[in-house]
């Protein structure tokens, strides 16, 4: 979807995009109307179209236009507009303007393929809102939320015989009485929106494709946008002592890696914010094998590595103003000959020795591996790791929120707020002392299982052992990474949960 931003006009043909929030016809509104002799206000009023917000109301253009269609689009929120109701509107729009399967692709088709949007607010919402700059942000937010729509993982779907796959690009041409000031707007936001797709790209590919390697691969991309990409394999993790991690990867035939990503983006000496992923590429259990139904899902077992690698996307191309570190453990636990046992024990980088009692508790033995590193490595002034670490995640919270496990208020605070603007939202959950004698026992420093009880936040302590003083937050994002409910700007099953959240949160709290 190419998306261009014009002074406000009606179109000549393609389809007419009217945003508005009240059933009484605008500027642009009373225009239209005209051109079609009155339908637009017959059909707004048998339709009952009152302009509330995420509401439409779509129409055939009469047969003398060149317009296809017109469709009005409700913004009527009750009170402000959010950068987030501008999304999701435009993901409305994405959706209602998305050609069906058998789209026509003639030649003259394509070129009349223009989707032309025009805002029809009274003005005092728009003062209301901040005058000029917000008017350019209204479009630039709108657009940012076409293009998460319009995502798709189609790859693996071919053509049927003998016919070329049919590709339609779309123009979504937004109207605005300052284009400049509108594509400078958007120009960072076009950046965050491939980093979520990126993100999605890499949740939703099977795991006979994306296998660590072939994920490590795919981050050296990033080099081209100025990241410092480093790819570890077996031999160095052996020699740094990541016990944890490797024995996570030695059932499988595939090898383990460890990527660095670095994003210098303001001065030499400031210290980097870190970011950590749980990088399973499938997640079998190992031989504490998980049962059958729904295994399928644990392709998306590296929805954390997605996210940072999508996030270090993001900041790297819009040139974001901090220095940033990513690093994702990339393995896949598989059960095997070789793999490891229940009962086994082995030693971490930090030096603390762990008795493996469930093979299946493995996400936390790659990150307590690549916290250490980082920490040691880089000193951050805060690390966030991100992880689809438990299930019980999800019979706590759900799908709408991800866990947040944090020695740091601060730290929370930031990411809530954070969460709430970008519609990525995070939910405080606890750690504590309790929680940490769970995973106590005789044979070894700890153990990778608590009890039948508080399983995400023993998980979470579990972590916490090797963050040494140093503000963290862990986000278990079981729930959100994958498999989440479909909403206006999101239909993938793979989210892309937590690049749009961090994003903000690097750019709120770490630019300035
Ligand atoms: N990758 C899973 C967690 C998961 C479950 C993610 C469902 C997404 C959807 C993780 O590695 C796992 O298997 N966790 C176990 C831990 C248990 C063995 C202590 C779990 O949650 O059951
Ligand atoms: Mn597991
Ligand atoms: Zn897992």
Known sequence: MNIRFKPPALPASGTFVLLTNSKELGK?????????????????????????????????????????????????????????????????????????????TSAKAKAENNITVLF???????????????????????????????????????????????????????GVEKPTAARKAFAPLKHVAAGICLARDLVNEPANVLTPPDFAKRTRALAKLGVKVEVFGETKLKQLGMGALL???????????????????????????????KGVCFDTGGISIKPSPNMEDMRGDMGGAAAVTGLMHALAAR???ANVVGV????ENMPSGTAQRPGDIVKSMSGQTIEILNT?????LVLADALWYTQKRFKPQCMIDLATLTGAILIALGQEYA?????????CKRLEVAGQNEGEKVWRMPLHETFDKMIDTP??????????????????????????????????IAGTAMGAPKSPINQSWGSGFGVKLLNRFVSDYYEG
């Not at 499988?252 to 870190?274: E, H």
Request: aromatic residues 6%; proline residues 4%.
């Open 328 to 331: 994702i453990g990339l393995v």
């Open 28 to 104: 642009y509104g009373k225009q239209i109307n005209k051109r079609t002799k009155g339908a637009l206000a017959r059909a707004v009023k048998s339709q009952g179209f009152e302009g509330k917000k995420e509401t439409s109301l779509s129409l055939l253009a009469p047969a003398h236009s060149k317009l296809e269609r017109i469709v009005l689009v409700g913004l009527n929120t009750g009170g402000l507009l959010t950068p987030l109701d501008l999304e999701r509107t435009g993901g409305l729009i994405a959706s209602i303007c998305t050609p069906a399967d058998n789209a026509k």
């Open 247 to 277: 024995g996570v990867g030695q059932g499988s035939i595939q090898p383990s890696q460890l990527v660095i990503m670095q994003w210098q983006g303001a001065g030499k000496t400031k210290q980097p914010i870190a970011f950590i992923g």
């Open 360 to 364: 299946d508790a493995e996400g936390r």
């Open 120 to 174: 029809d607010i009274p003005s005092e919402i728009i003062r209301r809102e901040d005058g000029e700059k917000k008017t350019t942000q209204l479009a630039a937010h709108v657009a940012l939320g076409a293009l998460l729509r319009h995502y798709q993982f189609a790859k693996y779907k071919t053509a049927p015989k003998g016919k070329k796959k049919p590709k339609i690009t779309q123009n979504l041409v937004l």
């Open 403 to 411: 866990g947040m496990f944090s020695n740091s208020d601060t730290l």
């Open 443 to 476: 044979n070894a420093d700890m153990k990778n299982i608590g009890g039948r009880y508080a399983g995400s936040s023993t998980a979470a302590q579990f972590l916490q052992r090797f963050v040494n003083n140093i503000d963290w937050a862990h986000l278990d």
């Open 319 to 321: 040139k974001a103003k």
